[in-house]
């Protein structure tokens, strides 16, 4: 027998675990037994199979082939941030049969990214920024059944790309892009010949092909006649500009790369402009940009009074010519205008150019990638943003609300926000919500909370139906208390989001109490509630404890982001309640006392004609870890003497008692 050293033991005793499914896994990341018919074992797979999901956790690369168990036969990467897909990126994974890559950022896919996959059937590519596709990019995958490239950013697909896919039966390819013109008559030949079906797969170019399906377009009607049709032509600045003598102009040219030929020229009344560093005049040399756009710069410093006039930038190809083309108007110094100003706010920085006095000056938004997958983003509006000059030449009125927010998480948020909700949708994007509200402790912008209030307040309306609902509000609002307290405190001050979030809290109970239940609670890392329906005549006092579990090895607080079914839930605050107003110890070990109320029996006392009243009550509680939900945004009272705004950092209990409704009821009698 050979000899084997202690690093091979430890290496087979980490593989023989990843196998098992004790996966050394990132943070967030999931592994689960693959569930599958019986006798359809992936070949060569060890017992038992397993799917690994990472998605929305930020992963900026794909998972190392060897951190993965070997018997991974589904690999769920989406809603990430990945860029790249680098060669040999999956060569371990010979089991593997579904790899989804959906909504990333993935612009660069090296040769033999996909090598070694000899068992993947399903594999998700869409909603990336995907421009170059090699042709023997899917080289090897013999076994592959379905392919989705769509939503990425090329117009057209090499001839070629799809041989050795034998297998292949659906082909998705819809882009915003697709130029259904003579460079696909081989596509439209070879899914007719291999039976392959393409689905939702629309040309988007030219206009008279324009929404048509592209498995249903005769190969003859696909031409490159002209006139040239570009998918993508943009020329920023679009609109005229109005700009004073010795000031500074860049141009930018993109358009949709077509044809290898092609050029981008710049023309300012219909002569051709040369680089020209006398006159200040400097051109960018045309470059292609992920095989999918030609680009192009053109920028005039100290400009003069002679660049007034009709500046084109015009793309020249063997199918033709497109233009786009603005006017310039050069004014002397000397007019009254407002000075250049720098914005910088949460849509982005933007550089606002000297302008006219009475002038309303416009800026493009800024385009940001859709880096969770859930914002598609919108094409760029060169009048997204605008300030107004007055007559004074004093910047006024600005607007900025047509642009997208500059942070991820807060465009995410928004598009969350704008969901329409219903009863079949409220669940499940309460859940979405809650995985978003995981990183509260990264949350930068106001409109961040605010958003989120918004979100609890729309679910509220949907609790009384739902009573699991309730709980993922409480763990939505238990994360939140994890953001900065600077971000709270304006987000209070700005629409009293932290109030609307409590008020939505008290209302769980009211709605899970009318069901007719005698009790309600729910727990989370930062949040307990308790309610209870408590007959006056029988009350002889009560007193609840809040606490935490710990176990004997505890260091720190802990983990509070999320509620999750594999997590501690001992890391949880809870409410202990007893029928007496006497305060006694909780009988639990390894136990500490958050915080406790008491109400005495008194609490529901006597009417006027000395008759004990009989009523029957709803008891609400609420603990909170700590105040960060209470803010307060007053002045001089909430300072302390180091002129530092105050906060509560002990854990806050609120109590309400209400009248039940005419419904019959359990009681909690004393």
């Known amino acids: 027998m050979k000899a084997v050293c202690a690093a091979d033991v430890l290496r087979f005793m980490a593989l023989a675990l990843l196998?098992?499914?004790?996966?050394?896994?990132?943070?967030?990341?999931?592994?689960?037994?693959?569930?599958?018919?019986?006798?359809?074992?992936?070949?060569?797979?060890?017992?038992?199979?397993?799917?690994?999901?990472?998605?929305?956790?930020?992963?900026?690369?794909?998972?190392?082939?060897?951190?993965?168990?070997?018997?991974?036969?589904?690999?769920?990467?989406?809603?990430n941030k990945i860029q790249e897909l680098k060669n040999g990126s999956f060569a371990s994974l010979y089991a593997l049969e579904r790899l989804d890559i959906r909504n990333n950022l993935i612009n660069h896919i090296e040769p033999g990214a996909f090598v070694g996959l000899l068992a993947?059937?399903?594999?998700?590519?869409?909603?990336?920024?995907?421009?170059?596709?090699?042709?023997?990019?899917?080289?090897?995958l013999s076994n592959l059944i379905r392919l989705n490239l769509s939503g990425n950013m090329f117009s057209s697909l090499s001839q070629g790309i799809f041989d050795g896919l034998d297998s292949l039966k659906t082909l998705e390819i819809q882009t915003p892009y697709l130029l259904c013109d003579c460079n696909l008559r081989w596509l439209i030949s070879w899914v007719k010949e291999k039976g392959v079906g393409v689905r939702d797969s629309k040309c988007a170019y030219p206009r008279s092909l324009q929404g048509e399906t592209l498995g249903a377009i005769k190969a003859e009607n696909l031409t490159c006649d002209a006139p040239l049709e570009l998918p993508s032509f943009q020329m920023t600045p679009s609109h005229g500009q109005i700009v004073f003598k010795g000031d500074s102009l860049p141009f930018q040219c993109l358009a949709s790369y077509v044809d290898k030929g092609m050029q981008v020229l710049w023309y300012q009344d219909g002569k051709?402009?040369?680089?020209?560093?006398?006159?200040?005049?400097?051109?960018?040399?045309?470059?292609?940009?992920?095989?999918?756009?030609?680009?192009?710069?053109?920028?005039?410093?100290?400009?003069?009074?002679?660049?007034?006039?009709?500046?084109?930038?015009?793309?020249?190809?063997?199918?033709?010519?497109?233009?786009?083309?603005?006017?310039?108007?050069?004014?002397?110094?000397?007019?009254?205008?407002?000075?250049?100003?720098?914005?910088?706010?949460?849509?982005?920085?933007?550089?606002?150019?000297?302008?006219?006095?009475?002038?309303?000056?416009?800026?493009?938004?800024?385009?940001?990638?859709?880096?969770?997958?859930?914002?598609?983003?919108?094409?760029?509006?060169?009048?997204?943003?605008?300030?107004?000059?007055?007559?004074?030449?004093?910047?006024?009125?600005?607007?900025?609300?047509?642009?997208?927010?500059?942070?991820?998480?807060?465009?995410?948020?928004?598009i969350i926000n704008q969901m329409p909700l219903n009863l079949t949708n409220a669940v499940t994007t309460a859940q979405q919500l809650l995985a978003y509200t995981v990183d509260a402790a990264n949350f930068s912008d106001k409109m961040d909370v605010i958003f989120v209030a918004q979100m609890i307040e729309k679910f509220g309306k949907f609790a009384e139906k739902y009573k699991e609902l309730g709980a993922v509000m409480v763990d939505i609002s238990s994360n939140l208390m994890l953001a900065d307290e600077r971000v709270l405190w304006m987000a209070q001050r700005e629409s009293r989001a932290c109030s609307r979030i409590v008020e939505c809290l008290q209302r769980i109970a009211g709605y899970r109490l009318a069901s007719g239940g005698p009790v309600y609670s729910t727990h989370s890392p930062n949040i307990a509630l308790e309610a209870y329906v408590i007959k006056a005549s029988t009350f002889n006092g009560m007193t609840c404890t809040v606490f935490q579990k710990i176990t004997p090895d505890r260091s720190g607080p802990g983990d509070y982001s999320r509620r999750d079914p594999d997590l501690n839930l001992n890391r949880h605050l809870s409410f202990k309640c007893n029928v007496t107003s006497t305060l006694s110890s909780l009988a639990l070990k390894n136990t500490i006392v958050e915080a406790s109320i008491q109400l005495p029996a008194s609490l529901f006392s006597q009417s006027n004609a000395g008759q004990k009243d009989d009523g029957t009550y709803k008891l609400q509680l609420l603990a909170f870890r700590n105040g960060k939900l209470f803010p307060a945004t007053g002045n001089s009272t909430v300072l302390a003497d180091d002129g530092k705004r105050r906060s509560v950092a002990t854990p806050v209990i609120l109590a309400k008692i209400g009248v039940l409704g005419r419904r019959q009821h359990g009681v909690i009698e004393g």
């Open 120 to 140: 993947l059937k399903r594999l998700d590519l869409s909603n990336n920024r995907i421009g170059c596709l090699n042709v023997d990019i899917f080289k090897g």
């Open 19 to 79: 196998g098992g499914g004790c996966l050394a896994l990132p943070h967030g990341c999931k592994s689960s037994e693959e569930r599958r018919g019986a006798g359809r074992p992936a070949p060569g797979a060890a017992a038992p199979e397993r799917k690994v999901v990472c998605s929305n956790t930020g992963l900026l690369q794909v998972l190392p082939g060897d951190g993965l168990p070997n018997s991974t036969v589904a690999l769920i990467l989406s809603n």
């Open 272 to 414: 051709m402009v040369e680089p020209d560093a006398s006159q200040g005049i400097v051109i960018e040399k045309s470059t292609v940009q992920n095989c999918s756009h030609i680009a192009s710069a053109l920028t005039i410093s100290n400009i003069q009074l002679g660049s007034t006039g009709s500046w084109e930038c015009r793309v020249r190809t063997s199918r033709g010519n497109n233009t786009r083309t603005v006017n310039i108007m050069v004014l002397e110094s000397s007019d009254k205008h407002c000075p250049p100003d720098r914005v910088t706010n949460n849509k982005g920085d933007f550089r606002w150019p000297r302008t006219l006095a009475g002038i309303i000056a416009y800026l493009p938004c800024i385009r940001y990638p859709a880096g969770t997958g859930i914002y598609p983003g919108s094409s760029p509006d060169d009048r997204g943003a605008w300030r107004r000059c007055d007559r004074a030449g004093l910047w006024a009125e600005e607007d900025y609300s047509r642009c997208q927010y500059a942070n991820d998480v807060t465009r995410v948020l928004y």
